[in-house]
């Protein structure tokens, strides 16, 4: 079946049809009650990048210096909706923090 509807996708999936490739924060809830689960971690779809840009030899402005640090809190490692699932999705949360340096500023309540 193809489809471009997550919701039809998820509902199909619910109802034992077939493998459906769902983003995470709609499939948590299923993940979590168990109606769900990953049968192919290793077939994750590509994610996508965020780069900022400027000359190197002149140091960013306050103003690109606060968006870098906003940016750099808002796009996480694992999003929020993905920490409490990591290690249902075989992603485990502590080391993906760890890898990016943001366990110890994030801190060890926060870190899974």
Not at 76 to 100: G, K, N, Y
């Amino acid at each position: 079946m193809r489809c471009n509807n997550g919701e039809v996708l998820q509902a199909a999936a619910l109802e034992g049809l077939g493998l459906a490739i769902l983003p995470t924060f709609m499939a948590a809830p299923h993940l979590r009650s168990g109606a769900l689960r990953v049968v192919l971690p290793d077939c994750a779809l590509p994610g996508g990048s965020l780069s900022v840009v400027y000359v190197k030899d002149r140091q960013p402005s306050l103003k690109l210096r606060v968006l870098i640090d906003a940016m750099l809190t808002a796009y996480h490692p694992i999003p929020p909706w993905d920490v409490d699932i990591a290690e249902l999705l075989d992603r485990p949360a502590s080391s993906a923090l760890r890898e990016a340096g943001l366990e110890e500023e994030l801190g060890q309540d926060e870190a899974v």
